[in-house]
């Protein structure tokens, strides 16, 4: 194994793998390619923090007692690292998780969130019930998209607060930026309506501000990519590649770090 301990990818909401998608694209096949014991989570695509967390924590509890390992490394995009935050925070996992890394996590919620929610109420319900049938038939155990929406909402700076865990897990977060709509047409559109909501730099969904936590080490790569492509959704073959290489950058660093 390249590194101490194994890693877990945790994805956020919407992507997940179902059959033949793969929610970190071809990121998982790269880190085992380079020797690393990796698992991406089963957690659901439109599952509630509480409702995530709970089922990561069953899985990495799982990992742990098939590898004989004392720890994971949970390196979490999205939605996903709120997931790991709420577990270590009150599912008494600190001792069973040695790093948190988080990529383009919306720490203090997203702007985007909040403006899609003041959407007229009976359109959200509709949209949520099809959203919710529909992540059934792919899997999900118990889907809430409206919940989900509800609890990514910006947060008021006067009620943000750290997490109280990274005395025990050593916690890092990144973020990235989309700089033109060009550059990626799928984030395109949230782009424009979240750049006008966040007024400053965003990935298309959440903004650079609100991914900075724990130790904050910047943006994934310094040229234009997307919240999506960073994970390697719909990404170009020239761009991928720093995709990976910043995943195996992380893994490296994770690894001298003695994890």
Known sequence: MAGKYPIILAHGIVVKDFKFFKAFGRIEKALKKAGYIVYTSRTDGFGTVENNARQLKEQIIEVLQKHGAEKVNIIAHSKGGLDAKYMLENLDMTQSVASLTTICSP?????????????????????????????????????????????????????????????????????????????????????????????????????????????????????????????????????????????????????????
Not at 212 to 222: P, R, S
Request: hydrophobic share 40%; charged share 30%.
């Open 107 to 259: 720490h203090k919620g997203s702007r985007l969130a909040t403006k899609i929610n003041a959407i007229p109420k009976p359109f959200l319900k509709f949209t949520a019930f099809w959203i919710n049938f529909w992540y059934r038939i792919f899997g999900d155990k118990r889907p809430d998209s409206l919940a989900v929406l509800r609890q990514l909402e910006a947060i008021p700076a006067e009620e943000y607060a750290q997490a109280v865990f990274s005395d025990r897990v050593y916690c890092q977060s990144f973020s990235a930026e989309l700089k033109r709509s060009r550059d990626d047409f799928v984030m395109g559109i949230p782009l424009k309506i979240a750049k006008n909501a966040e007024k400053s730099a965003t990935d298309g969904i959440v903004s650079v501000d609100s991914c900075k936590w724990g130790e904050y080490k910047g943006n994934c790569l310094d040229e234009s990519v997307s919240h999506s492509q960073i994970i390697d959704f719909m990404t170009s073959k020239k761009k991928r590649q720093k995709v990976l290489e910043f995943y195996l950058s992380v893994c490296e660093d994770l690894k001298e770090r003695g994890f």
